[in-house]
């Protein structure tokens, strides 16, 4: 399954560190989004881009920066995080949310520890 | 905003059929989906229901009530490899139809 990629599948960082997660659909999609998935807790929306722009932010520390260049890729850029954001981050891309039934398809994750 | 439960564990047993349950509440319902996720792994696509009534696909059912703000997932012929969390979401065309997730209710079988 090569629809949805994500690099690095894990990451260790201090909390003073500045990392970057990579997303890549080869699904000719227009609509990208940033999930984290942490353990016992539903997944909770981060980041939408429908054709390259923002259209969701649930309100997210700015310690966490989305960057889309193109509809095809897209980054969350990490800086000074906290143990508490330890989680799997999960990178999803559709045809676009204004469609009817638009099924999301996920990458598999980058497992993020903060130490 | 919306509510959305579903059971946090099941077990059954292979070859057995187990019914996943799912409850919403939303004020703006545009479809429910249902998604399988092992240990892991991204969570994969099963199914769409946006109309009352069940859709078939092999092994795999989805039941639809919008009336109830109710939805199951059926699994007939268990498998081992079936073991894994089934993820409901509902779209609220009211938030942009982004997804809410439940909880995912992990399933274990057992030979």
């Known amino acids: 399954e090569t629809g949805v990629t994500q690099t690095p599948r894990h990451l260790v960082m201090g909390m003073t560190n500045k990392k970057s997660l990579k997303c890549e659909q080869h699904?000719?999609?227009?609509?990208m989004y940033w999930y984290k998935q942490s353990a016992k807790k539903p997944l909770e929306l981060m980041f939408v881009y429908n054709f390259k722009e923002q259209t969701e932010n649930n309100s997210v520390p700015s310690r966490f920066s989305p960057e889309c260049p193109n509809s095809s890729h897209l980054f969350l850029h990490l800086h000074t995080l906290q143990p508490e954001d330890s989680a799997l981050y999960l990178c999803?891309?559709?045809?676009?949310?204004?469609?009817?039934?638009?099924?999301?398809?996920f990458g598999p994750g980058t497992r993020l520890t903060v130490l | 905003g919306q509510n959305i439960d579903q059971p946090t564990e099941m077990t059954a047993t292979e070859g057995a059929i187990v019914q996943i349950n799912c409850t919403y509440q939303t004020s703006g319902f545009n479809g429910l989906f249902w998604y399988q996720q092992h240990a892991g792994e991204a969570p994969t696509f099963l199914s769409y229901n946006v109309l009352d009534g069940l859709e078939e696909k092999g092994r795999f059912s989805s039941f639809l009530s919008r009336s109830k703000g109710y939805s199951y997932l059926l699994l007939k012929e268990l498998q081992m490899k079936d073991s894994a969390s089934y993820l409901c979401?509902?779209?609220?065309?009211?938030?942009?139809?982004?997804?809410?997730f439940g909880g995912g209710t992990r399933l274990m079988v057992k030979p």
């Open positions: 999803a891309s559709s045809q676009s949310p204004r469609g009817h039934g638009d099924t999301q398809y």
């Open positions: 979401a509902v779209s609220d065309m009211n938030a942009g139809n982004m997804l809410t």
């Open positions: 699904l000719g999609h227009n609509a």
